[in-house]
């Protein structure tokens, strides 16, 4: 991936902030995912007053990505800060949200996360879920 690639992936997700719905929390969050056709689909955080149903923006991304045939994502970039603010400080995805990605991607993966509107750091999935689950791991009961 280029580095224009990875500038282009974070602004995407700096973007999606905007469409955040988080009345409860007040965190915006946005977050894009780049598919093997290179195409780049988009997420936000979405909360619900049944506090347990809301959904990062990371899965709102994957899964958008998935609606589209896109089942092999290559990166992924997030940005979070205060609602209405610009971006802060580092938003690495949540436990749930590293399993969502590691069903769609290997673990070489690459997370983007914005620091502020114009800085991010660079990790991969594999260094923020080690020794996952997947679906290697359930080959042989599909095999019986
Ligand atoms: N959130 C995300 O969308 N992604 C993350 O990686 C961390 C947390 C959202 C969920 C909730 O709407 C708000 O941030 C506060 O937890």
Redesign the pocket.
Known sequence: MTRQEKERLVQAAREARSRCY?PY?H?A?GAAVQGESGNIYTGC?I?CASFSA?C???RVAVYHAVMAGEKCLSAVA?A?GAQGDPVRGR????GI?RQVLSEFAASDMTVLMAVSEDAYEEVSLGSLLPMSFGPKDLQDTNDM
């Open positions: 988080a929390s965190f969050v955080n909360e809301t990062c923006a990371e997030v979070g938003t690495a995805p949540c949200c």
